[in-house]
């Protein structure tokens, strides 16, 4: 009898692990930040490789102010073409999917929430050239505005979803928070955590776009999470606003450098690599072009004032101008991308810079050039090798031939040029004292 016991009990325990080990896993991606090009091709190929896994479906984690509705559109392509469940979660709490961000989380089989979280301002917003909203004629604006309406009716009317509260997202800019999401059918559920979620979740039928149903098993299903790669990440990075400021002054602290101290090298390097990099940055942000102007008239002024002195004052409207150019270029139509106090600091240090470091290297430039006798007779240098009697000496910065008149001199030890003839030199041992 207690053999039997136990082994019934053995297979049970084997039941249950060879059940618990069958369990398809949840992949997990994650939108973060703006949503650009780079975003898209992630969360496009990494619904792909979940497939190609067998995974049970895929989990999204979403907090974004929105970004590019083509891009955002690739993401709800992937959506619709997958063959596992999309799961996308508003989290953490107090995390927003705002505008673009809106779309894709309707455009889920599941959505959720975590509590406090907030979703809306759907309503599409043309960014012209100055990097501002674009005011075009009201019919045009009627179309976007329309066209807009209909993508986020269908998709609601797509998952089941309030596709009045969507219209109203639209046309209002509308938003809410979870618990009136889940009031107004806008997404299905609030989970505290990823965890909590899979346990909501576990044993709903999910209808895919090929008429196939999907019963998910997700209570106990292990997590694969799948970040982002290093090449994605990079390009992501490159959308982000603070680090295109930076890339801006490399840009325009590099070439300038190089221009007021030909044969650095290094600065003008760095410098053209941060304008080709720069040039990516400004496809995905609304970028000012007004703001390009008072940048360029900023860096006109603080040279001039190295040519010209005005007693700082060319250099003041330089840092004034800079800010400006600054605020605008780093504007969009939600607010400044970017604190104002970063950008007056910004705007003073590199005022500084101007003044401080690049006007050296400008006034070395129209220093007349002294050669001949009277470029280093009389200049004390340092011998680079033995002088016994010839050598190589270090004098006014540029490497010498010399001879010794005053016997051997060892390397290290200071001299005296006493006679030139032709490109090499007369050298004294420098008398101390």
Known sequence: MMRSLILSAAIVILFSACCQAAVAPIFVLHIDGQIDPAMAHYISHGIKTAEDAAAQAVLITINTPGGLMSSMEKIIEAFYASTIPIIVYVSPENARAASAGGYITMAANIAAMAPHSRIGSLSPVAIGPSGEEQKSSKTMQRKVLNDAVSEARGIASKRGRNADWAEKGVREAANINAEEAVKLNVVDLIANNDRDLMRKIDGRIVKMSTESSVTLHTAKAPFVDKPMGAWNTFLH?????????????????????????????????????????????????????????????????????????????????????????????????????????????????????????????????????????????????????????????????????????????????????????????????????
Do not use: C
């Open 237 to 433: 990075y490159l959308s982000d606003p603070m680090v295109a400021l930076i890339l801006l002054l490399m840009a325009t602290y590099g070439i300038i450098f190089e221009l007021s101290n030909p044969g650095a090298i290094l600065p003008g390097v760095v410098g053209g690599i941060s304008v080709i990099l720069l040039l990516y940055s400004f496809s995905v942000l609304p970028v000012n072009v007004a703001g390009f102007a008072f940048i360029a008239l900023a860096i006109a002024l603080f040279i001039a004032d190295v040519y010209a002195p005005s007693h700082g004052v060319l250099s003041v409207g330089g840092v004034i101008s800079l800010f400006f150019g600054l605020m605008m270029l780093f504007s969009s139509p939600r607010g400044p991308m970017i604190s104002l106090w970063i950008l007056a600091l910004v705007a003073l240090l590199t005022g500084g810079f101007f003044v401080f470091i690049v006007a050296l290297g400008l006034r070395a430039l129209r220093r007349p050039y002294i050669a001949g006798r009277e470029g280093v007779v009389g200049h004390i240098g340092q011998a680079r090798t033995d002088i016994d009697p010839a050598g190589s000496i270090f004098v006014d910065g540029a490497l010498w031939s010399a001879v010794s008149e005053s016997g051997a001199i060892n390397k290290g030890e200071e001299v005296l040029v006493t006679q030139m003839d032709g490109l090499k030199l007369t050298v004294k041992k420098r008398e101390q004292g």
